[in-house]
């Protein structure tokens, strides 16, 4: 008599994988799927990127009354973020795609933004962002979440926002490093290079579109403090099933 050595049935739930400058992203999209319960470990598991898919962020599409979608953020460490700019340009070229409308609505925790292409890629109106502190050496912004932007590293870090290295400027060409909270040194981060513009603007008195240079790519900032614009290419490196235990 023969036995069963079938391994446990698997739940397979969908992904798609993009990134924007390097900064990559899992996509779950809960809008045309039903989602396993977002715990700490799922998240933890989903994103290694040794025994798992791996990624800067994890993205959740979920359905909203007043957007064409809600989005949640969740750092590969567990935790869940407020805001990710390059993560929206991402999703919001999945939502253009399969909407088929020029512009789609994405809320946040705080504020609800529009997406539409341009001529760079993505583009994304990002809402205002705030300074809420400033040193000789530092500006805070708050743009959904946290940032502190650094013109002279003579501090230490913090560990409760996001941080912003200005490495240097050439005219209106800024250069910049990132150390994200809750994913640690990144390639690239969007709300960041919002933050960095946001900052600049705020030492010099000087609004205009600033070209922000990371260590993964370029963005283009411009807009205002009341309502940021980002833009900058996305890219779908690959799409799958990742294995659930049943």
């Known amino acids: 008599m023969s036995s069963d050595t079938t391994s446990p049935a698997a739940i397979k739930l969908a992904f798609t994988k993009m990134q924007a400058q390097g900064n990559d992203f899992i996509i779950l999209n809960g809008l045309q799927t039903e989602l396993p319960e ?11 990127r040794r025994y798992g898919i791996g990624c800067d962020q994890l993205l959740v599409l979920l359905p909203d009354s007043d957007a064409d979608a809600r989005l949640r953020i969740f750092n590969n460490d567990g935790s869940e ?9 991402c999703v919001g070229e999945i939502l253009i795609q399969d909407t088929g409308k020029d512009q ?32 000789d050496a530092h ?7 946290p940032h502190r932007v650094f013109f002279e ?47 600049i603007w705020h030492a010099e008195a000087h609004i205009r579109p600033l070209v922000i240079e990371m260590p993964g790519g370029v963005v283009t900032v411009s807009g205002t403090p009341e309502n940021l614009i980002l833009e900058g290419s996305v890219n779908q490196t690959f799409s799958g099933f990742f294995s659930l235990p049943d």
């Open 38 to 48: 977002l715990t700490e470990q799922f998240v933890r598991t989903i994103t290694e």
């Open 81 to 89: 973020a407020a805001n990710c700019g390059n993560g929206l340009r």
């Open 104 to 135: 789609v609505s994405i809320a946040l925790a705080d504020r609800v933004v529009q997406a539409g292409r341009c001529e760079n890629g993505v583009r994304i109106e990002m809402g205002a962002a705030s300074v809420t502190d400033k040193t």
């Open 139 to 145: 500006i805070d912004v708050e743009i959904g979440n």
């Open 153 to 199: 590293t003579v501090e230490d870090f913090p560990t409760d926002r996001n941080v912003e290295i200005v490495t240097g400027q050439v005219a209106d060409h800024v250069y910049i490093d990132i150390i994200e909270r809750g994913a640690g040194h990144t390639p690239a981060c969007g709300s960041g290079a919002c933050a960095t513009a946001a900052a």
